[in-house]
């Protein structure tokens, strides 16, 4: 994976990256030459971006708290769900999360509180292909080609928002995923410019909730200086092809369609 500190910065990250340095630098100024002083701003550096992170990170659950439901029957109608990608396997069975995000989503559509469904993952490398395997396991329980939507190139869940306002012009939608994930979801579906609700796609236990809960810490942080600070845009973007036509028109393997 490319490291972040050789990745392009925009302006915005210079500035970011340029404040902290001048932070740590004066805080350097004033404090004990040698080992101790060291530690003291190792200390601080560390103390500062926890604090930075747990801030961001309420920010973003702050902004999407008032949009989150509880329940599919609390749900407005929208004209789409969106349902983020999540792990495959290789026989193309979708993992657990990824089975009960899908299930929710379907829910929805029975219920006609949604038209649409786009379904957003990694279909970076022809061996992997989330997207496929989420459209499949919904055409197998009775939803319409023509009404699944797939894009292949949902490598993050920023990315998956950005594309599905501006390829697929999704204005108004319900994100279908697990509670940890979900403000963070609806916070970049509303910063992409999506009338966006979110619905808890957890139907059962899932393994390594601790590892996800304290990796989902920094993903909101991050999701925080992406649409904030940053204004990051996807890997992709791509034609138009808007979500009130035939989902249909979505089955290429190709990452940037």
Request: hydrophobic letters at 40%; one cysteine or more.
């Amino acid at each position: 994976m490319e490291s972040f500190w050789l990745r392009p910065r925009s302006p915005g990250m210079n500035r970011v990256v340029s404040v902290l340095l001048y932070h740590l630098a004066q805080l350097r100024r004033h404090l004990p030459r040698g080992r101790k002083g060291a530690v003291l701003v190792a200390v601080g550096a560390v103390g500062t971006l926890s604090g930075a992170v747990l801030l961001a990170g309420g920010s973003v659950a702050r902004e999407a708290r008032p949009f989150l439901c509880t329940a599919t029957d609390d749900v407005p109608q929208r004209f789409a769900a969106i349902v983020p990608g999540c792990r495959v396997y290789p026989d193309g069975t979708p993992s657990a999360m990824l089975e009960d995000r899908l299930a929710a989503a379907l829910e929805l559509y029975r219920a006609a509180k949604v038209r649409k469904i786009l379904v957003s993952g990694d279909h970076g490398a022809a061996s992997y292909d989330e997207v496929g395997a989420m459209r499949r396991w919904l055409e197998e329980r009775g939803v319409p080609g023509e009404d699944v939507f797939q894009d292949h190139a949902g490598f993050r869940t920023r990315d998956t928002m950005l594309r599905a306002e501006a390829v697929f012009e999704v204005r108004d939608a319900i994100v279908c995923t697990q509670e940890f994930h979900l403000a963070r979801s609806v916070f970049l579906a509303r910063r992409a410019g999506i009338d966006a609700v979110g619905v808890p796609a957890d139907r059962r236990a899932y393994r390594a909730m601790g590892i996800n809960r304290l990796r989902e810490t920094y993903a909101r942080a991050a999701a925080f200086l992406d649409a904030r600070l940053l204004h990051t845009g996807p890997r992709f973007y791509g034609p138009k092809i808007p979500i009130t036509g035939d989902g249909r028109a979505t089955r290429d393997d190709s990452p940037g369609s």
